[in-house]
């Protein structure tokens, strides 16, 4: 993944926030949308954020968030075009699982990680919903930047602890939520959206539409406390090895706040 699809990955955010429509939050309307979006132009317009990166200027190379996973099951919620998976089975995991609400993100995935020799069992579903994985299963369940899309956080980190064994890991990454309501314009930057609305809103590109929801901080920590998680590590700091010798207006911004949540979480 090159810096460009880096940065694209945090295009949604409070320099689009004169664009955005609000739109009631129906189920089944934001996962055909975003499905749509996925089958269609997604990689085209946002990229892809893959391990080894976690987001925008974080990495696990450096986070070491995962240590060792060889006999590992694996699970990827969101698992896209198959890349963090590759990561996973290329250290040796012993089980490599994915779900994604695409089935052409699952069509990319099955191919790229044929062609690597890699096999997997994917599953086309939105993440909110029960859909065949087994419980009490994997040693790791991971999101590259995809749990920001769920309808439902409470119910899809519920679901998740059930995947998981006793003592699992839920490491997971998305936009951080301030980086979400600041803009940077004329070296200045500009609160341009409340942090407090979580309500729901389109965002319309040239070639395509997506909807999402911006959430608090602290609504991603309740609900890992309900489901019944403990937080072990959450990581908000870009690293400054990887923004060396990067100018951009976006590379400024993440010096002065962050840009990239990541959590680790173990399942009690």
Known sequence: MNKNSVDRTNIIGAGEAGSAISVDMDKNSIHKTNSIFWDTKGNDILGATTLP????????????????????????????????????????????????????????????????????????????????????????????????WTTDLEGTFGRIASYLKKDGIFIFSWSHPIHKCVAAENDMLTFKKCYFDESWYSVSFDEGTLTLSDRKLSTYVNALAKAGFVIEQMIEQS??????????EFAKKAKMLPVTLVVKARKL
């Open 53 to 148: 990166f976690y987001g925008a200027f974080v990495s696990e190379e450096k986070c070491q968030l995962f240590g060792d996973v060889s006999g590992k099951k694996m699970l990827e919620i969101g698992c896209g075009t198959g890349h963090s998976l590759q990561y996973q089975g290329e250290r040796k995991a012993s089980e490599l699982w994915g779900m994604d609400i695409s089935e052409k993100q699952i069509a990319k995935a099955t191919q790229h990680l044929t062609a690597c020799g890699l096999s997997a069992k994917l599953i086309c579903s939105p993440m909110e919903e029960e859909c065949g994985i087994p419980v009490d299963y994997f040693d790791f369940v991971y999101s590259i930047y995809a749990i920001g």
């Open 239 to 248: 690293d400054d090895e990887i923004m060396q010798n990067n100018n951009s």
